[in-house]
Structures are given as structure tokens and as C-alpha cells.
């Protein structure tokens, strides 16, 4: 039996007298707007130097909606390039980095025609890997000005993990490491081993629905012969059914659905992230799949691959096979035993605890040099 004594049991009920009474009804939030505010008070971040920005910044002529939050702006900046194309990421990191901001300056961003960046009466017509290039490059630009650092960490998760990749091959100058999550590497080969998982589990478990609808679309993404739409959302159907997008569930949804609770959101922008990952997925899809980085033997920074065991959405075996080819200053290899694509999410401890022990050891002096001090201060807080 516990026992208290009367000093404790008079202190306990003189911290319950002090708090607000509440009949339990008033808790509950009672929409999406009460909902955010909970959230958007527990991230609040109150440092006296601390960073929370939220704003639309220029890119190549298009607004594209970027934030910044930090609680120390010493701390080396992490910049996160969302996958898809088209599936953000800003808006289900209330949950996925938690954390993250106490040990780097944390931007993300919404690429062109992507999430906030969407604009339904403005839409984007100039969607193509090279401009998404010219974009991400300007955005680092606008990141170290920003910053007043020259050096960034740059985390690509799936078709943000192919251009994260090319800013590595590219520009190693910019980067302390590159972090490849969920890494494209030949977009082909992937699709082809996909599709050979999801026939395979669909045998093993005589799912003759699956069967049919997999053997349809057969020879699938083999020669050089492009590949519709169509059958890739078919077989993306069935490899996600299967386990092979999220380890033990049928889809992503559960990610989705966090972004309805984005205190970075709003209810537009709730509303029209889908159609506009419809969009991105339509322009950029069918040359996305014909990338492959299989060549690249080399690179010059420290880099880093966050894969899920269980990813065959973006096959894990095919990154891990070029990864033991790949010579680079630093390697690591970080598997996610109880993930599939999206371990950012499906293990969000593992994913912070390998950022903060493994990857920010890799940051130079995040002091800046003569000429970024000249660089204009930011402003620290800003939403806009």
C-alpha cells in the first residue's frame, strides 16, 4: 500500500488547487482550429534567441513556403527536402521532429507546386527536374544567406533524397553531409523488384485479385519502354498493401492523416495538398522514372543512408547495393528494422538519435565567415 504523509499530501493538493477547473467536456478540443492550438503551443518555442519562421520566400519567381525554427540559431542547419513527388513533409513534422530543433536550425520546404507552395489560381507549369535543380539550388542559397552558414546538412527522403543526392554530386562545398532516407537511386530496377515482391506475396497468400491485376501490367517497367501512370499506382497499390510503404499496414495513410493537424496549415492548404500532389505526381513522375544514379561511384562529403528494412515502395535493396559501392570520406549505413519507407514516421526515436549521434559530429564551426557575417541578420520570428 502507498503511504503518503500529511506535508505531501497538503503539497499535492495545493498544486491541484492552483490549477484551472475544467469540467472534462472543456478539454476535448472541439475542432481542427482548437486541435492546432494544442500543438502549436506545445512546439512553441520561447528561447530568448530562438527561430520560428514561416513564410513564402521567392524561388526562381514562384513563392514557395519555407520554415525555419530553432532554438539555439548556433546550432548547424538541417535542411529537408520532402519526397513524392509532391508529398510534404512540413506539415506531419509536429510529430516526426520532435526534438529536432534543440539540435539544429530545422528548415523545410515546400517545393514548387507542392503543399502551401500550391497555388490553385496561379498553378505551376514549369514542372521538370530541371527546374526543381535550380530551385533547390536557390533555396540552400537562400538558407546559408540566411543562416550566415556556410555549410548545411541537407536530409533527402525518397524523391527528395534523388535531388538531395545530385546537390551532394554537385556542390559538396555546400554540405558537412548528406543524409539519404528512403534513397532513389535506379527508379527502374526498384519498380521492377517491386513488382516482382507484391506478385510474389500475392501467390503466397492466394490473392487472386492481386494476381490478376499485377500480371495486367506485365512486362512492367522492363526495356525502355515508359511506363504509365496507371500501372504504377497499380502496383504501388499492391506493393503498399502488402507492407512494402509503411512495415505492418496497408498504406501511409496514417501519415497523411497528421497533416490535418499542422499548426503550419491551413484549412486551404489541408484541403488542396492531395490535388496538388496529383499535379507534381503527373509532370515530374514520368521522368523521375527514368533517373538513376547507379553510375555515381563517388562523392565528396560524408554521407549517410537511413534506410527501412522492410522498403520496397523505394527499394531498400538497390540503395544498399550502391551504397557498398559508393566511395566517400565518411559512409553509414543506418537500417530501420521495424520501417519500410517511411521511417522517418514509423520510428521517429531511432530517426533523432541517429541525426543527433551520428550526423551532427559531421558540422564544422558553424561560425561564419567574414564575408556571410556581412549576410543581413533574419529576422527571428516571422509567419506570414
Known amino acids: 500500500m502507498l503511504r503518503f504523509s500529511f506535508p505531501i499530501l497538503a503539497a499535492v493538493s495545493l498544486l491541484l488547487s492552483s490549477l484551472p477547473a475544467h469540467a472534462e467536456s472543456d478539454t476535448?478540443?472541439?475542432?481542427?482550429?482548437?486541435?492546432?492550438?494544442?500543438?502549436?503551443?506545445?512546439?512553441?518555442?520561447?528561447?530568448?534567441?530562438?527561430?520560428?519562421?514561416?513564410?513564402?520566400?521567392?524561388?526562381?519567381?514562384?513563392?514557395?513556403?519555407?520554415?525555419?525554427?530553432?532554438?539555439?540559431?548556433?546550432?548547424?542547419?538541417?535542411?529537408?527536402?520532402?519526397?513524392?513527388?509532391?508529398?510534404?513533409?512540413?506539415?506531419?513534422?509536429?510529430?516526426?521532429?520532435?526534438?529536432?530543433?534543440?539540435?539544429?536550425?530545422?528548415?523545410?520546404w515546400d517545393q514548387r507546386g507542392a503543399g502551401k507552395s500550391y497555388n490553385p489560381d496561379h498553378p505551376v507549369t514549369d514542372l521538370t527536374i530541371d527546374q526543381m535543380k535550380q530551385d533547390i539550388d536557390a533555396v540552400i542559397g537562400w538558407v546559408r544567406s540566411e543562416t550566415r552558414q556556410g555549410k548545411i546538412f541537407l536530409l533527402g527522403h525518397s524523391w527528395g533524397s534523388w535531388l538531395g543526392l545530385d546537390v551532394a554530386r554537385r556542390h559538396p562545398e555546400w554540405l558537412h553531409a548528406y543524409i539519404g532516407a528512403g534513397q532513389v537511386i535506379d527508379m527502374r530496377e526498384s519498380e521492377r523488384r517491386g513488382w516482382a515482391w507484391a506478385l510474389a506475396r500475392a501467390r503466397d497468400t492466394g490473392n487472386e485479385t492481386a494476381i490478376s491485376e499485377l500480371q495486367s501490367i506485365a512486362p512492367y517497367a522492363e526495356g525502355g519502354t515508359p511506363v504509365p501512370t496507371s500501372s504504377l499506382y497499380l502496383q504501388r497499390k499492391w506493393v503498399n498493401a502488402f507492407g512494402g510503404a509503411a512495415y505492418n499496414r496497408p498504406d501511409a495513410s496514417f501519415e497523411g492523416a497528421a497533416i490535418a493537424l499542422s499548426p503550419d496549415y491551413t484549412d486551404q492548404d489541408v484541403k488542396q495538398v492531395w490535388k496538388a500532389q496529383d499535379?507534381?505526381?503527373?509532370?515530374?513522375?514520368?521522368?523521375?522514372?527514368?533517373?538513376?544514379?547507379?553510375?555515381?561511384?563517388?562523392?565528396?562529403?560524408?554521407?549517410?543512408?537511413?534506410?527501412?528494412?522492410?522498403?520496397?515502395?523505394?527499394?531498400?535493396?538497390?540503395?544498399?547495393?550502391?551504397?557498398?559501392?559508393?566511395?566517400?570520406?565518411?559512409?553509414?549505413?543506418?537500417?530501420?528494422?521495424?520501417?519500410?519507407?517511411?521511417?522517418?514516421?514509423?520510428?521517429?526515436?531511432?530517426?533523432?538519435?541517429?541525426?543527433?549521434?551520428?550526423?551532427?559530429?559531421?558540422?564544422?564551426?558553424?561560425?561564419?565567415?567574414?564575408?556571410?557575417?556581412?549576410?543581413?541578420?533574419?529576422?527571428?520570428?516571422?509567419?506570414?
Do not use: C
Open 28 to 108: 476535448a478540443p472541439r475542432n481542427r482550429a482548437e486541435a492546432v492550438r494544442i500543438i502549436a503551443g506545445l512546439r512553441q518555442i520561447v528561447t530568448p534567441d530562438g527561430i520560428e519562421r514561416l513564410e513564402a520566400v521567392n524561388i526562381n519567381g514562384v513563392d514557395q513556403w519555407i520554415s525555419v525554427r530553432s532554438r539555439n540559431p548556433g546550432n548547424p542547419v538541417l535542411l529537408v527536402v520532402h519526397g513524392g513527388p509532391g508529398w510534404v513533409a512540413m506539415p506531419t513534422s509536429w510529430y516526426f521532429a520532435q526534438g529536432w530543433d534543440e539540435y539544429f536550425t530545422v528548415v523545410q
Open 279 to 384: 499535379v507534381s505526381v503527373e509532370r515530374l513522375m514520368p521522368a523521375i522514372m527514368e533517373t538513376s544514379m547507379s553510375s555515381l561511384a563517388e562523392l565528396e562529403v560524408p554521407t549517410f543512408l537511413l534506410l527501412g528494412r522492410h522498403d520496397i515502395n523505394v527499394s531498400a535493396g538497390v540503395a544498399a547495393e550502391w551504397f557498398a559501392r559508393l566511395d566517400a570520406p565518411h559512409k553509414q549505413l543506418v537500417w530501420f528494422e521495424h520501417s519500410a519507407h517511411e521511417m522517418l514516421v514509423e520510428e521517429p526515436g531511432k530517426a533523432f538519435l541517429t541525426l543527433v549521434n551520428e550526423v551532427r559530429p559531421h558540422a564544422e564551426s558553424a561560425a561564419p565567415s567574414a564575408a556571410e557575417a556581412e549576410a543581413p541578420v533574419p529576422s527571428t520570428r516571422s509567419t506570414r
